[in-house]
Structure formats: structure tokens, C-alpha cells
Antibody
Framework: QVQLQESGPGLVRPSETLSLTCIVS????????WSWIRQPPGKGLEWIGY???????NYNPSLKSRLTISVDTSKNQLSLKLRSVTAADTAMYYC??????????????WGQGTLVTVSS | DIQMTQSPSSLSASVGDRVTITCRAS??????LNWYQQKPGKAPKLLIY???TLQSGVPSRFSGSGSGTDFTLTIRSLQPEDFATYYC?????????FGQGSKVEI
């Protein structure tokens, strides 16, 4: 079955760029929307943004100025880059496959998440 | 942004109890409402989508209802594995937003 696996550096210095990858296995990245969602320690969930396999994106306005989400269909993976990070960006970062409906959509398949800590 | 407000934020319950969690949207979202369950150290798991459709494989003791701005997640007879945090999420407009979570404790 389809599995998602996030990976990243774990620790990022303030003001630097956070870079994460989500590898999709057991199925194709094509024909789906993919999303990044994060969760600060002990807190709730925050939607970061979407990417369609074709490359079109939709970002959370609160992060848009610092955010780039991309997809590499040849590697069956998606990536996230968040620039100029601060301690407020410390969180568990999840990638998820989106199932779209005629009305609405939902986050169907989730990776296990990767914890990113922003600290000097 | 659409604000999603859940109540209660936490509750204590016993095995066999009927549990109800409510979610209120700051504007009308029709039935563009999903529910997720999250256990400690795990990713969220989809329970219900489109306000009332049970995801495949989810036990029938879970049910969802509502439309417009007010929604409910009900667990008919709480089981030990149901102790977790539950989140609602709207897919009506961007940015997608989640409720703050409702923790169900023993």
C-alpha cells in the first residue's frame, strides 16, 4: 500500500532554511494533491500548503512569503522549503495525500512525521 | 480564515460511555468538515469526512453529524483504544484550518 516517509535535518538554526522531503512509496505521486501539515509540540495542527503533481500550489497565507513546496515526479517525492525560520517553526512536520471529492477533500494518508527543532 | 472551535478541550470518560465532541465554524461551511483521531506520538488518522461519512475501516461506534456551522462527533460506546485527541478540520475554503483539539482521557 502507499506509504509516505518524511525526512529532514532535525535541527535548524534560526534565520536559516528548513528543507524537508517526503518520499512516496507503493504508489505514484501522479494524479493526486499532496499537503504539508505541521504540529508544534503539545499543540494543534496547522495546514502549510498543497501541491498538485503537476506542480500547482496553494499556500497558507501566514507562511506564503517564506514557503516553497515542490514535487519531483521522477523521484516520486515532494519537498518543502521554509526560509528564515524562528523558534515558532519548531514542530512535527507531516506530509499527507489528499483525497478530493466533488465537495471538499480530506487528508487521507499521512506520513509518520519528522520533528524539526529551530535552535542555535 | 475560518476559525474552528471545538468543545470541550478535554473530557474525562469511562469505557462504555457515550462521548460527544462539538465543532463550530466561524462561518457556514456546508458539510465540508472532517474529523481526525490522533494518539500520542502518531500521525492523525481520518475518521469521518464530509461531516457524516465514516472512513472505511473505522468502527461504527463513531458517527458524525451537522451542517452549516455546527458539527458533532459521537462515540457511542467508548473503548480503551479510543482515548486520544480528536480534531475537526474544514475544507470549505483556503487556508484549511483545524480545531484546537479535544482530548478524551480516562
Amino acid at each position: 500500500q502507499v506509504q509516505l516517509q518524511e525526512s529532514g535535518p532535525g535541527l535548524v538554526r534560526p534565520s536559516e532554511t528548513l528543507s524537508l522531503t517526503c518520499i512516496v512509496s507503493g504508489g505514484s505521486i501522479s494524479s493526486y494533491y499532496w499537503s504539508w501539515i505541521r504540529q508544534p509540540p503539545g499543540k494543534g495542527l496547522e495546514w502549510i500548503g498543497y501541491i498538485y503533481y503537476s506542480g500547482s500550489t496553494n499556500y497558507n497565507p501566514s507562511l506564503k512569503s517564506r514557503l516553497t513546496i515542490s514535487v519531483d515526479t521522477s523521484k516520486n517525492q515532494l519537498s518543502l522549503k521554509l526560509r528564515s525560520v524562528t523558534a515558532a517553526d519548531t514542530a512535527m512536520y507531516y506530509c499527507a495525500r489528499v483525497t478530493t471529492l466533488t465537495y471538499g477533500e480530506y487528508f487521507h494518508l499521512w506520513g509518520q512525521g519528522t520533528l524539526v527543532t529551530v535552535s542555535s | 480564515d475560518i476559525q474552528m472551535t471545538q468543545s470541550p478541550s478535554s473530557l474525562s470518560a469511562s469505557v462504555g460511555d457515550r462521548v460527544t465532541i462539538t465543532c463550530r465554524a466561524s462561518q457556514i461551511i456546508s458539510t465540508y468538515l472532517n474529523w481526525y483521531q490522533q494518539k500520542p506520538g502518531k500521525a492523525p488518522k481520518l475518521l469521518i469526512y464530509s461531516a457524516s461519512t465514516l472512513q472505511s475501516g473505522v468502527p461504527s461506534r463513531f458517527s458524525g453529524s451537522g451542517s452549516g456551522t455546527d458539527f458533532t462527533l459521537t462515540i457511542r460506546s467508548l473503548q480503551p483504544e479510543d482515548f486520544a485527541t480528536y480534531y475537526c478540520q474544514q475544507s470549505y475554503s483556503s487556508p484549511r484550518t483545524f480545531g484546537q483539539g479535544s482530548k478524551v482521557e480516562i
